[in-house]
């Protein structure tokens, strides 16, 4: 098959690219930056779709602005940046994918379009306005989702809204919980968590995630959203305990109880088992993949000290 991937330059976008490639599949690049023999196109611009002469028969949008350190959505410039991509941007790919009569867009979203503490289960059906600290981000992908409904409504292109859970590997933003960890925990610092036995996560490998959207992308079920999540939870100190243990730290983990209720995250995947029907392998292990990125961090600080 024939695929377009908006984003391909990106965390996501770079690892479904080499496994599609690897099954043999027809990929067309699409960036901003053109990095990577990419078609550099910037999506908040409907005139600069003219320069992709290809029409794929399915459409990857993994192009999006994400929170960024140090930026919050009281600043109007980074709202403006979040709302180009994740609105505007959509709405042009979603134009092109009719012009282009494609057969399936997939958009990569978010669980975080529903606000937490989630349900347990977090269903595909449930529906909280998001807050907090990243609601811009939130709201905007939330948006996202409702505005491509509209737009690609009684047309024959299919619409998938991938949800996507807290997605690790290398390539990753340095940045957030898991490298916060590791900074501390390879200078064998004391490290002070707050409620991180009751909070949990859901992380899924990015290599994961690349053959969950193959086969989204094959599934002749007709779903609007999809939760993709590995399934299982990790509790925030189980997971400074895992990066403790590869790191050989001999770091203090001290959890502070608190009276805020607690975060989890029980993801149900009933839908993406559907989908995949026995035809995913297993998931990549928490254990094989924090080792892969604590490696690749220890190797970087060597290199940095020498």
């Known amino acids: 098959m024939k695929y377009a991937i908006f984003g ?14 690897d099954r043999g599949e027809d990929v067309l690049e699409i960036s901003r930056s053109g990095k990577s023999d990419s078609i550099p196109v910037d999506i908040t611009n409907k005139e600069e779709f003219t320069k992709i002469k290809f ?3 399915i459409i990857i ?50 669980l975080a379009v529903v606000n937490k503490p989630w349900p347990d289960p977090l269903l595909e059906n449930h529906v909280d306005i998001p807050n907090g600290y990243h609601v811009g981000y939130s709201m905007s992908k939330l948006s996202q989702e409702q505005i491509l409904n509209e737009a690609l409504k009684d047309t024959s292109v299919e619409l998938i809204h991938a949800r996507l859970s807290a997605i690790y590997g290398l390539g990753m933003v340095e940045e957030g919980l898991i490298y916060s960890l590791l900074g501390n925990l390879i200078q064998d610092k004391d490290v002070v968590l707050f409620d991180a036995h009751k909070n949990t996560l859901d992380l899924l490998h990015v290599r994961d995630v690349s053959e969950i959207l193959f086969h989204l992308s094959q599934s002749k079920d007709r779903h609007n959203v999809v939760n993709v999540a590995r399934g299982k939870q990790i509790s925030v100190f189980i997971l400074a305990e ?3 243990k590869l790191s050989k730290s001999s ?30 392998r297993d998931f990549i292990s928490i254990q094989d993949g924090l080792e892969e990125i604590v490696q690749h961090f220890l190797d970087k600080k060597e290199l940095d000290f020498n």
């Open 8 to 21: 391909s330059t990106g965390f996501i976008g770079q690892h479904l690219v080499s496994y599609l490639r």
């Open 55 to 57: 029409s794929p028969d």
């Open 61 to 110: 949008n993994c192009a999006s602005r994400t929170p960024v350190k140090g930026k919050t959505s009281q600043d109007p410039d980074f709202l403006k940046e979040i709302f180009l991509t994740n609105i505007i941007g959509a709405i042009n790919i979603a134009n092109w994918a009719i012009n282009v009569k494609a057969k399936k867009l997939i958009n990569c979203s978010t």
């Open 242 to 244: 895992v990066l403790k």
């Open 251 to 280: 770091s203090r983990l001290v959890d502070k109880e608190t009276s805020n209720l607690p975060s989890k995250s029980n993801v149900s995947t009933l839908l993406l088992k559907e989908v995949l029907r026995n035809k995913k």
